[in-house]
């Protein structure tokens, strides 16, 4: 198996709007360089001052260098049977794919990020950039941010990185997604307009029938995966399905999580059969019991008319945490539904249990810690903002919670906090609550520490 590591220097930073100025490829047997290609490349329009200062490549050196149409069937002959491997492949792979579809082409290899691959080959790095990376090795880079020398550079990174553990690097090539097994009227080359972005997207049949809704923080590489899908028969079938894909781009994750949940619902498409009815069928309940204890226990949501104060997808997820919270909140494995015994629990006979489970603790002790627990994990009579972040830089996300209840969401200005939190009304459409709303705004504060909460 032979890698052809890429680097390319360009007029900006978008793989669709930019021109290659640059590009050097070296071919690489994962334990030696076999051969090496360079040349700048005239891009056909002005480069922005910015990138010259960045890269040094400026409008007068590139004026009489080949046009991309001159060296692209080089590269395509250069790179073939090949693994295509950068630092950040996303933007390197991403650009040439864009000069290639300009003329015509669909370049398409399995390709590899070094970036990516570096953080689980070599963890606990304090930056994966390819200058700090590079210092952290030793490797010397003669010309930063041109395209031999930061080539040069990670094909050294690459050959320690294959050194160290050949078999774990090869699990992070991304296979190209084979258009032959695909349904025939899905458009391949629209794909590569899907965002590497957090929101929603939809999947149709050829009857232009609705059959999935999912959200993702990368819109783009979660399509390709159902794409890719062929580790179950429901994922197989619906791979053969897909015709059509829409997307909407949400910015903020739990917005993305609101709208999955209320649209299948709404929706019931075909393959979200476990989550028409809640994404969460495993609550945790709360009551007190003849001894004057707080007890918790769980069950199934739909066989349970009270509202539970947690919730799960799964009864695994569900006993790991309580789990968790009976280690975390020094409470009783018998009086958590977790250790049923007419006597004290094993923990107490550990010494971990303080013995509310026969009495030795007194109910008020024991029950002050159970309802702190409860009390972070629930929010029934709070109102409050979220604000996270919005779907471009000019804005921020803001979910309204009234009494408890998410009321709805939407967009302000970036700047928008000089405004009184009463006028923030303005930027939220207002939805009718789903089910599972609450929840999943609770697994998302617990998790979430980049939101802002404003209580009103």
């Not at 100025?21 to 334990?31: C, Q, R, V, Y």
């Not at 003669?142 to 094909?155: K, P, Q, S, W, Y």
């Amino acid at each position: 198996m032979n890698y052809v590591i890429v680097d390319i220097e360009t007029t900006g930073g978008s793989p669709k709007n930019s021109k290659i100025t640059e590009i050097a490829l070296i071919k690489h047997d994962g334990e030696r360089i076999i051969e090496k290609f360079e040349t700048l490349i005239n891009p056909e329009i002005n480069i922005p001052e910015f990138i010259v200062r960045l890269t040094g490549i400026n409008n007068k050196m590139v004026e009489n260098a080949p046009k991309f149409y001159e060296v692209a069937k080089k590269i395509i002959e250069f790179s073939k049977e090949c693994i295509f491997v950068a630092h950040n492949v996303g933007f390197d792979y991403g650009t040439l794919r864009q000069e290639y579809k300009n003329l015509g082409y669909d370049f398409r290899l399995p390709h590899l990020c070094t970036v990516r691959a570096s953080r689980y080959v070599i963890p606990g790095l304090p930056s994966y950039s390819l200058g700090k990376i590079a210092d952290h090795f030793q490797i010397s880079i003669e010309g930063r941010h041109r395209a031999g020398g930061d080539a040069l550079a990670t094909a050294e990174l690459f050959g320690i990185l294959y050194e160290k553990d050949k078999n774990k690097l090869n699990t992070f090539i991304q296979e190209e997604i084979n258009p032959k097994i695909l349904h025939p009227n899905l458009n391949i080359s629209s794909l590569d307009e899907l965002p590497g972005k957090t929101g929603i997207y939809k999947l149709f049949n050829e009857n232009n029938q609705l059959i999935y809704i999912g959200k993702s923080k990368n819109i783009k590489q979660r399509v390709e995966q159902h794409l890719r899908n062929n580790t179950t028969k429901k994922g197989a079938k619906m791979k053969m399905e897909i015709a059509r894909v829409e997307f909407e781009e949400t910015g903020s994750e739990l917005i993305a999580l609101l709208k999955e949940s209320q649209l299948i619902k709404i929706n019931k498409p075909i393959y979200n059969r476990q989550l028409r009815n809640s994404r969460f069928p495993i609550g945790v309940y709360d009551y007190t019991d003849e001894n004057g204890y707080l007890r918790i226990y769980h069950a199934q949501t739909s066989k349970n008319p009270e509202i539970p104060f947690a919730s799960f997808s799964t009864k695994k997820e569900a006993t790991n945490t309580i789990s968790q919270w009976i280690e975390k909140f020094e409470l009783c494995q018998k009086l958590c539904d977790m250790y049923p015994s007419k006597d004290s629990c094993f923990h107490y006979t550990i010494k971990l249990c303080k013995g509310a489970c026969i009495q030795d603790e007194d109910a008020e002790s024991y029950n002050k810690r159970i309802q702190n627990l409860i009390d972070k994990l629930t929010f029934n009579r709070e109102s409050f903002y979220v604000i996270d972040k919005g779907r471009n830089k000019s804005e921020k996300s803001i979910v309204l919670v009234e009494q408890g209840s998410i009321i709805g969401f939407g967009y302000a200005p970036f700047h928008f906090n000089h405004l009184h939190p009463l006028k923030w009304n303005r930027f939220i459409e207002r939805h009718v609550e789903d089910r599972d709303a609450k929840t999943i705004l609770n697994g998302f504060l617990r998790k979430e520490k980049s939101s802002k909460i404003i209580n009103l």
